[in-house]
């Protein structure tokens, strides 16, 4: 193959000879070269075009994408702080409805007379045992905190319901077995008169007696047999100064021939409480106290309440 070239500026020619396998060589190199230069001015041209894209609306478009991501930063933080804001008002309800708890277990322990040291409320609850995890598939169910707190105060509804009931039927008995008649009048004494027929120690004939007579020392205690309210304390013709005591059930009781009253009408006494002083007011010949006990209005034999046992 010959490959002839013109000079224009010489009027000359040129001739080369060579192999049509050369020459394609050749060719095929002065392709690739234009090939090349093109492949990188387009890398160029768009490598440029690119980085104009980056630094004008793609900077515009992340800083949009910032501000809405930090609006909903401030949404979910606002939100955090209004459950967060929930869960101390539910804390601090719970708290207080604990204390309650607590103050009513005290005294339920007071009144129980369990204030031994079985139950004590100043301090946590002992609790302990070996560790069982839970297994692997009930694991990622827990409860949510919001779940567990309210878990938690349908416990404690329940447990004050419980220990309400408990108290009122802790204050019922203890009502009941205050004014549960039984026992002595008196600290110190003993029995001069009983109940029926005796003679009259004034006249010397046969009489009747409502009560029973318990002798002692001038000034000495006269006690209440029963929890109750007094209905009367001062003179009365034949009782001297009397004082009697409201037990409820239709039960009074009567303490007469005092020499000092220390209580009141409408004070609420206890059982073995103090009512007076042992004295010989009224119709009487010593330092004593006459008791009576009477249901529904009617006098009843003192010695059965006296001797049997308290409650």
């Known amino acids: 193959m010959k490959i002839i070239v013109v000079d224009e500026k010489h009027s000359r020619t040129r001739t080369m000879a ?60 606002q939100q955090t702080q209004h459950q967060v804001d929930a869960l101390m008002l539910r804390m601090s309800e719970l708290q207080g409805r604990l204390t309650r708890l607590d103050a009513l277990g005290e005294r339920l322990t007071t009144k129980a007379k369990l204030n031994d040291g079985e139950f004590d409320f100043s301090e946590a609850p002992a609790i302990g045992g070996p560790q069982d995890l839970m297994p692997s598939d009930e694991a990622f169910h ?121 209580v009141k009408v409408g004070d609420i006494v206890s059982r073995g409480e103090a009512l007076a002083k042992m004295g010989s007011s009224g119709r009487s010949t010593g330092p004593h106290v006459h008791f009576e006990v009477l249901k529904d209005g009617q006098p009843q034999d003192p010695a059965k309440y006296i001797y049997r046992a308290s409650k």
């Open 18 to 77: 060579g192999s049509s396998v050369g020459f394609g060589m050749m060719l095929g190199c002065v392709l690739l070269l234009i090939a090349a230069l093109g492949s990188s001015v387009t890398y160029f041209w768009m490598k440029r075009g690119h980085a104009d894209f980056l630094t004008q609306e793609g900077v515009a478009n992340w800083k949009q994408v910032i501000e809405l991501q930090q609006q909903d930063i401030g949404i979910v933080r």
């Open 142 to 262: 827990q409860l949510t905190l919001m779940d567990a707190i309210d878990q938690l105060s349908g416990q404690i509804e329940s447990r004050e319901q419980q220990l309400d009931l408990l108290d009122r039927l802790i204050s019922n008995r203890t009502i009941y077995d205050d004014s549960f008649l039984a026992g002595l009048p008196v600290r110190k004494g003993w029995l001069s008169s009983r109940y029926g027929r005796r003679t009259d120690p004034f006249t010397g004939r046969p009489a009747w007696h409502n009560g029973v007579d318990f002798a002692g020392k001038r000034g000495s205690e006269v006690i209440s047999v029963a929890a109750g309210v007094v209905v009367w304390s001062g003179k009365r013709s034949g009782f001297g100064l009397l004082v009697e005591v409201n037990h409820g059930n239709g039960y009074l009781t009567r303490y007469a021939h005092n020499e000092e009253s220390l």
